[in-house]
C-alpha cells in the first residue's frame, strides 16, 4: 500500500515536469529571386532605363507598389503564423525598394531590419538579406566585391556576407549570393560562375580555419544546378547521402533535382537554380540548432504558378512576359528552410 502511495507520488511530480518540456523552436530561412524589383527614379551611375516610367517596360509607381506588395505576399505566406526570420532577396536595385518593402508594405508589423550594399553590377540589381532583430543579431557583415582575373571589365553582383548571433548564442554565418546568369549561354559564361563559386569556398575555409564546427549557410541564385561543376566540385556542396562530415557542404536542394523539382522553369524543364547550402554540422539533429533534408522546400502556392500552355504544367507567373507587362510575382519560385532550436 505505502509502495503505491510512493508511487502515485512520484509520477504526480513527473509529468508536469515532462509537460513542461519546451518544444523546439523554427527558424526559418529563405531565399527569393524577385525578378527585377526596381523602383521609378534613375540611378545615373547603373543602366536602369528599362525600368523607368519613360522607359520600354512603361514601368510606373502603380506597377512598382503592386511589385512590392507581391513580395510582401509570397514572404508572409511561407512565414505563416511566424515571419521567416531571415529573407534572401536577389535582384533588388536600391535602399528604397528595400525601406519601402519593409516600412510601407504587408511586412511593416514584422519588423524586418536589412543589410544592402550597392553592388558593380550594371543593371544595379543588388542581393540584400532581411532579418528579424529579436532573432538574428548581426556582429559581421560585409560585401565580397568579384574581381575576374581575365575578364576585369566584366562586373558583377557582390556576395553578401553577414555573421549573427542567434537565439541559441551561436554564431551563424550567412552567404547571399546571385551568380553571373546564362544569358550568353550556359558553356560560355561558366567559367564566371566557377570563380564565384571558388571565391566563395575560400570563404568557407577560411571560416573552417578559425573554427572548428562553424555553422554556415549559403543560399541565393545560382544560375546552376547542384550537380554542376560550380556547385559540386569548386564549392563541394554534396549530396546528403552516407555519413555527414560536420566539416563539409550539403545541398539541401540537390535531391529535389534529382526528382525533377525546381524553382524556375525552361523550355519545359524545372531547375533548381535557387538553393540552400549547410555545413553538416546543421544537419545534426541532437545539436542545438539544426535542419534535416525534408526541412527545405521550394514554394509552390497556386497564386505563384500558371499554366505552361507550351509544355504543359505549371509555370511561374512571371511580372513580365518578354516586354508585356504579366501582372504576375517572379520567373522564380523561392526556396525556404526550417531549422530548429
Known sequence: MKNGILLQLILALAIPLIAQKPEKQNFRVMCYNVDNFFDCV?????????????????????????????????????????????????????????????????????????????????????????????????????????????????????????????????????????????????????????????????????????NRHPKIIIMGDFNDLPTNSSMSEVLKAKPLTGSISARDLYNLMYKMQLERKGSNKYRGEWSALDQIIVSGNLLDSSSSFFTLQNDAHFFDAGFLLENDKAYLGKQPFRTYVGLKYHDGYSDHLPAYADFWY
Request: with cysteine; proline share 5%; net charge neutral.
Open 42 to 210: 534613375h540611378d545615373s551611375l547603373t543602366n536602369d532605363s528599362e525600368f523607368l516610367p519613360s522607359g520600354i517596360r512603361g514601368w510606373n509607381t502603380s506597377k512598382y507598389e503592386k511589385k512590392q506588395a507581391h513580395i510582401a505576399k509570397v514572404i508572409a505566406a511561407i512565414g505563416g503564423w511566424n515571419a521567416p526570420v531571415l529573407v534572401g532577396l536577389c535582384e533588388v536595385e536600391s535602399d528604397k525598394c528595400l525601406t519601402d518593402l519593409t516600412h510601407y508594405s504587408g511586412l511593416k508589423s514584422f519588423r524586418y531590419k536589412y543589410i544592402h550594399y550597392d553592388s558593380p553590377d550594371p543593371r544595379g540589381i543588388d542581393v540584400a538579406l532581411l532579418y528579424q532583430p529579436n532573432q538574428f543579431k548581426p556582429i559581421h557583415q560585409e560585401a565580397i566585391r568579384i574581381h575576374f582575373p581575365h575578364a576585369s571589365e566584366y562586373k558583377t553582383r557582390d556576395v553578401l556576407f553577414v555573421s549573427g548571433q542567434i537565439p541559441t548564442g551561436d554564431t551563424l554565418h550567412v552567404f547571399l549570393c546571385h551568380l553571373p546568369s546564362r544569358l550568353n549561354g550556359e558553356l560560355e559564361s561558366e567559367d564566371k560562375r566557377i570563380f564565384v563559386a571558388s571565391v566563395i569556398r575560400s570563404k568557407v575555409d577560411s571560416l573552417f580555419a578559425a
